[in-house]
């Protein structure tokens, strides 16, 4: 069974450029979650995707946007890049996204390290 | 506003000790409450979960307090290794809420002298 895998690895950028980053959810899982963690700090939800919809947003304005595709893989986006949005991308997946759903547990990928410069 | 906070923000226990970390909540509505264990340059990976309806679990050397009423919650390492260093996460989640988005606390930096 294949984990959550991300790409790229490490991504350099500068202010006010646009940035694609890539998630594949783990097999069986068709929900996917970003998530943003700044240096020594805990992960901030972004949003999250069930079946290619958009099913819940954190506190990130819409420069921050996001699609699943059929296959349940992801991608984040963010325009007009700030200095600020340098940290740790994380993209989680889960069996089920429905409200009510059964199953809470998240699995990570490994992330994407943005360096806005 | 941090919807679970975390407490120690370091700790440092001798090899065979117990390392015990505490979280505490506002949202009674949560009903999901994992522990992630991260290591440097990695995602976070989940250790073990609880659900209110139970005061404790235990898996292996590890183990979540519950205590509803006083909405906080703890993580218990047993005789903590050199291994078990890494940076530790609570987190809640209310599945009810339409997505089920994890809430972390700050983070705990576990160090394990030899």
């Known amino acids: 069974e294949t984990g959550v895998t991300q790409s790229p690895t490490h991504l350099i950028k500068t202010r006010g450029q646009q940035v694609t980053l890539r998630c594949s959810s783990q097999?069986?899982?068709?929900?996917v979650s970003w998530y943003q963690q700044a240096l020594g700090q805990g992960p901030q939800f972004i949003f999250q995707?069930?079946?290619?919809?958009?099913?819940g947003r954190g506190n990130f304005p819409p420069r921050f946007s996001g699609l699943q595709f059929p296959n349940y893989s992801s991608e984040l986006n963010v325009n007009a890049l700030e200095l600020d949005d340098s940290a740790l991308y994380l993209c989680?997946?889960?069996?089920?996204?429905?409200?009510?759903?059964?199953?809470?547990?998240?699995?990570f990928g490994p992330g994407t390290r943005l360096t806005v410069l | 506003q941090q919807q679970v906070k975390q407490s120690p923000q370091s700790l440092i226990v001798q090899k065979g000790g117990i390392s015990i970390i505490n979280c505490a909540y506002e949202?009674?509505?949560?009903?999901?409450f994992p522990w992630y264990q991260q290591f440097p340059g990695k995602g976070p990976a989940l250790l073990i979960a609880?659900?209110?309806?139970?005061s404790e679990k235990k898996e292996g050397r590890f183990t979540i307090s519950f205590n509803k009423s006083a909405k906080q919650f703890s993580l218990h390492i047993m005789d903590s290794q050199p291994g078990d260093s890494a940076t530790y996460f609570c987190?809640?989640?209310?599945?009810?809420?339409?997505?089920?988005?994890?809430?972390f606390g700050t983070g705990t930096r576990l160090t394990v002298i030899p």
């Open positions: 097999s069986g899982h068709n929900t």
């Open positions: 609880i659900r209110p309806d139970v």
């Open positions: 989680a997946s889960s069996p089920e996204g429905l409200a009510g759903g059964i199953y809470n547990e998240q699995f």
């Open positions: 987190a809640a989640s209310n599945k009810w809420a339409g997505a089920n988005n994890l809430f």
């Open positions: 949202n009674t509505a949560f009903d999901y």
């Open positions: 995707y069930y079946r290619e919809e958009e099913n």
